[in-house]
Structures are given as C-alpha cells and as structure tokens.
C-alpha cells in the first residue's frame, strides 16, 4: 500500500514539473525578449593616406631639411650643366667668343662654391615666405588667383635672398669664363683691386632684374602645369614628369627674360676705356638703348639657345632633386610623417 502511494506521489509530481515548464518559458528566452538589440559598433573611418599631391607636404619639412634640399638641389643642377652657362657667356661678351671643349670646365670652382648657399638661401626663404603668405591670406581667395600671386612673391623673395650669394659669384665666375682673368683667384684679386669689396657687388641690379622674374616665371609655370597635371591624373607627378614640367617651365621663363641677361651680363664684364677712364655703359637702360643700337635689336636676344639648354634643364633638375630629397626625407620618417607633423603642431 505504502509503494503504490509513493508511486502516486511521483507521478503527480512529475506532471506538476510538466505543466510548469509548459506555462513558463525559459528564462534565458525571456530575458532575451527583455532586453533591446544592442547597436552594432560603426566601422572605424579608413584613414587617409599621408600623400605628396599639391605641396601641402613641404610644410612637413624643417626649415634645415629645406636648406638641405635647396643647396644640394642647386650643386647638382648647376655643376651638371656648367658647359652651357659658359657657353652662354662667351657668346654675350660683346664680338662673342668660340668655345672649345677646354673652355666648358673654367670658372667651376666658383661655380660650386656658391651654389649651395645660394640654393639653401633660395628654397628656405621661397618655403618660408609661402608659408607665411598662406597663413596671412587664409580667408582670402583673391579671384582664385591667390596660388599663383602666393607662388610669385615667395619665389621673387627667394631669388632675392640668393642674389646676395650669386652676384659675388658671377662677379668670380664670368671673367673668367669670358678670359679677362686666368683662374677664380685672380678674378677675386682683380675685383679687391678695382673697387674693393664692393666689386663683387657690381650688377646687382641687372642680376636682380634677371633673377627676380627668371624665379618667379618658372615657379609660376612649374606649379601651374603640375596643378593641371594633377587636375587631369588625380596623382602626384613622378620624377620623369616632375623633371618635363620644371624644363618647359624654366624655359619659357628663359626665352622671356633673355634680353636682361644679356645685359646684366655686359654691365657685368664691362671695361673702361684706358684713355677716358669711362665705362661703356652707365645704367641698365643705357646698356640696353647702346646694344640694340650699335648691334641690333636681334643682339639682345644672343645666346637664347644656350640659355634655354641650361635653364630649361637647370629648373627641372632643381625643383626635382628638391623635391626627391624632400620626399625621401619624410619618408624616412614612417608612413605616417604627416600625422606625425600635425601631433607636433598641436602641441
């Protein structure tokens, strides 16, 4: 009697737990229901690349990586095409001279000596003064117009700053390129005697003239096709085409300016008569009113082919040995050297 009650019990029991698991659902359903779907993480956003389209990326640079640059961008280019500038010159001397292959290598001495400090002198203020010429003129657009004037200035500023070096040079350099002197020694000699220190400064105007627009011609035609060049291609220009865009950009600037070469070149050389003690040529306007006159107007325009095959060539090896070892500079610094600049600007 006892077992068939136990086994009631259990039966019993065994359909309450039935019954009660049939009425309830289980908990981890109902706290499921309970609870709202949680949102899912956004995806992060990709970040951008650091990239060297436009020239944003040289304000990554420090102002000694930018001298660096410049005086090493400048050796280069003005040892490699050395010949052609002595080409030039001979052939602007008054009568012209015939050059031989010995005559190609004279006055290179003077000609490395000066060309990196000219060139760190160039491209620290041409940066510098662009930077500076950004941020004075950042809410202003100037008719969509303000690149180009930017570009104008800071590079007729960095010729400026070169000419302080390049005059001395050229003082050095020509004579003896056009034979009044027979090495780099004598020429500095023969200047210490003719007026002092302030021989090596003779021309500064004429070179200035020269400079000033050369500059700012060919890195107002340089950064225009490349801002066209990366308009059509969406990319940053590689070095074969960094080098294209700075030759015709150098060159057209040479074709322009040639005239004020020829002239800065004959107030340059210029030798006073041994009986009156006069110069040929009192003034720039001078110079160029008595060429054209006595030699033609076609004078003003010797050695135009020379001077296009050097300074075609001597911007496009310029701005793209400059740019080369700016961008090997930063990227020396890690993949993330623009990020690495802004971190630092922060703080």
Same mark, same amino acid.
């Given at each position: 009697?006892?077992?068939?009650?136990?086994?009631?019990?259990?039966?019993?029991?065994?359909?309450?737990?039935?019954?009660?698991?049939? @009425?309830?659902?289980?908990?981890?359903?109902?706290?499921?229901?309970?609870?709202?779907?949680?949102?899912?993480?956004?995806?992060?956003?990709?970040?951008?690349?650091?990239?060297?389209?436009?020239?944003?990326?040289?304000?990554?640079?420090?102002?000694?990586?930018?001298?660096?640059?410049?005086?090493?961008?400048?050796?280069?280019?003005?040892?490699?095409?050395?010949?052609?500038?002595?080409?030039?010159? #001979?052939?602007?001397?008054?009568?012209?001279?015939?050059?031989?292959?010995?005559?190609?290598?004279?006055?290179?001495?003077?000609?490395?000596?000066?060309?990196?400090?000219?060139?760190?002198? @160039?491209?620290?203020? /041409?940066?510098?003064?662009?930077?500076?010429?950004?941020?004075?003129?950042?809410?202003?657009?100037?008719?969509?117009?303000?690149?180009?004037?930017?570009?104008?200035?800071?590079?007729?500023?960095?010729?400026?700053?070169?000419?302080?070096?390049?005059?001395?040079?050229?003082?050095?350099?020509?004579?003896?390129?056009? *034979?009044?002197?027979?090495?780099?020694?004598?020429?500095?000699?023969?200047?210490?005697?003719?007026?002092?220190?302030?021989?090596?400064?003779?021309?500064?105007?004429?070179?200035?003239?020269? *400079?000033?627009?050369?500059?700012?011609?060919?890195?107002?035609?340089?950064?225009?096709?490349?801002?066209?060049?990366?308009?059509?291609?969406?990319?940053?220009?590689?070095? #074969? *085409?960094?080098?294209?865009?700075?030759?015709?950009?150098?060159?057209?600037?040479?074709?322009?300016?040639?005239?004020?070469?020829?002239?800065?070149?004959?107030?340059?050389?210029?030798?006073?008569?041994?009986?009156?003690?006069?110069?040929? /040529?009192?003034?720039?306007?001078?110079?160029?009113?008595?060429?054209?006159?006595?030699?033609?107007?076609?004078?003003?325009?010797?050695?135009?082919?020379?001077?296009?095959? /050097?300074?075609?060539?001597?911007?496009? $090896?310029?701005?793209?040995?400059?740019?080369?070892?700016?961008?090997? $500079?930063?990227? #020396?610094?890690?993949? #993330?050297?623009?990020?690495?600049?802004?971190?630092?600007?922060?703080?």
């Amino acid at each position: 009697m006892m077992q068939r009650r136990s086994a009631l019990c259990l039966v019993a029991l065994a359909a309450c737990l039935v019954l009660a698991t049939a @009425q309830e659902p289980p908990q981890s359903s109902t706290e499921e229901a309970a609870e709202p779907a949680k949102p899912k993480p956004k995806p992060k956003a990709k970040e951008t690349e650091c990239s060297f389209k436009g020239n944003a990326w040289k304000n990554s640079l420090t102002n000694s990586e930018k001298m660096w640059g410049g005086a090493f961008a400048r050796l280069c280019a003005q040892t490699v095409l050395h010949p052609l500038d002595t080409m030039r010159t #001979r052939k602007q001397v008054k009568g012209g001279l015939p050059t031989t292959w010995k005559d190609c290598t004279k006055g290179l001495i003077p000609q490395m000596a000066g060309a990196m400090p000219a060139g760190a002198l @160039q491209f620290m203020a /041409y940066e510098s003064s662009k930077s500076h010429l950004n941020k004075m003129l950042a809410n202003v657009t100037l008719g969509g117009m303000k690149p180009h004037i930017v570009e104008v200035c800071s590079a007729s500023l960095g010729a400026c700053a070169a000419s302080l070096v390049r005059v001395p040079q050229e003082r050095v350099k020509q004579p003896v390129q056009a *034979d009044m002197y027979v090495n780099w020694l004598a020429a500095i000699k023969g200047n210490m005697e003719k007026g002092g220190f302030g021989a090596f400064f003779v021309g500064m105007k004429a070179t200035i003239m020269r *400079d000033v627009p050369w500059n700012a011609l060919s890195f107002l035609f340089f950064n225009a096709f490349k801002m066209i060049y990366e308009g059509l291609l969406d990319t940053a220009p590689n070095q #074969r *085409d960094t080098m294209v865009l700075g030759a015709v950009g150098g060159g057209l600037a040479a074709i322009i300016m040639t005239p004020v070469d020829v002239v800065k070149t004959r107030l340059m050389l210029q030798v006073a008569d041994p009986k009156t003690g006069e110069l040929p /040529y009192a003034s720039i306007g001078h110079c160029m009113a008595k060429v054209a006159a006595e030699e033609g107007p076609g004078a003003l325009m010797k050695g135009l082919v020379p001077r296009m095959l /050097y300074l075609g060539p001597l911007a496009s $090896i310029t701005m793209s040995v400059y740019e080369q070892v700016g961008k090997a $500079i930063l990227v #020396r610094k890690g993949p #993330r050297w623009c990020k690495k600049d802004k971190k630092k600007s922060k703080k």
